[in-house]
């Protein structure tokens, strides 16, 4: 079983709508979890980061965090075309030391 | 606003050349790390480094070495370079408890 899990897609959604991209992972002991946008050719952007169960707003994004399942959810509110890229899930290990990343979900937002 | 800068962007080097990688980060951060990223494969962890002269082996630390004799650079050395290592390399650093990281803009290798 891998340690961070996504969804490689492509996830595609027309522009305006709602994007759901979706994680677990293994570690029971991890507190610290992040979302990662990476365009193709550049280097991942943190754009999120949850450290407590529920949900954490940041603009038209939203991190949804669920312990109890392993869960960890972003959602992308009034998706654009500019938001088309790879979504890394990230979680730092019960160490402290090392993130482990998920294999990304690639999201196209159609015009 | 942190600034992680790597030495090229773009490198092409022959079998069985030594390569250096650098990474330099501008925010006193205690930590740094190096990826290597390859389709289909994700972010894989080659070594890190939580102060100067340390380092960690993370996932697949072979055929790499380290160095970190200032806090602000992280170096990469490739001591045999071969085909396999042809990847897109990507260096962070990190500050805090929670340990986010930022990375540079990535080096892409070629072993030719």
């Known amino acids: 079983q891998k340690e961070v899990e996504q969804n490689s897609g492509p996830l595609s959604v027309p522009e305006g709508a709602i994007a759901s991209l979706n994680c677990t992972y293994s570690d029971r002991g991890s507190q610290s979890f992040f979302w990662y946008r990476q365009y193709s050719g550049k280097s991942p952007e943190l754009i999120m980061s949850i450290y407590s169960n529920g949900d954490k707003e940041d603009g038209r994004f939203t991190a949804q965090l669920n312990k109890a399942s392993q869960y960890v959810s972003l959602l992308i509110r009034d998706s654009q075309p500019s938001d088309s890229a790879t979504y890394l899930c990230a979680v730092l290990n019960t160490g402290g030391f090392k993130t482990i990343f998920g294999a990304g979900t690639r999201l196209f937002v159609k015009a | 606003d942190v600034k992680v800068t790597q030495s090229s962007r773009y490198l092409v080097k022959r079998t069985g050349e030594k390569v250096f990688l650098e990474c330099v980060q501008d925010m006193d951060h205690e930590n740094m790390f190096w990826y290597r990223q390859d389709p289909g494969l994700g972010l894989r962890l080659i070594y890190f480094?939580?102060?100067?002269?340390?380092?960690e082996k993370g996932d697949i630390p072979e055929g790499y070495s380290v160095s970190r004799e200032k806090k602000e650079r992280f170096s990469l050395i490739l001591e045999s370079a071969s085909t396999n290592q042809t990847s897109m390399y990507l260096c962070?650093?990190?500050?805090?408890?929670?340990?986010?990281?930022?990375f540079g803009p990535g080096t892409r290798l070629t072993v030719l």
């Open positions: 480094s939580y102060d100067v002269k340390m380092k």
């Open positions: 962070a650093s990190t500050l805090g408890q929670h340990n986010e990281q930022f």
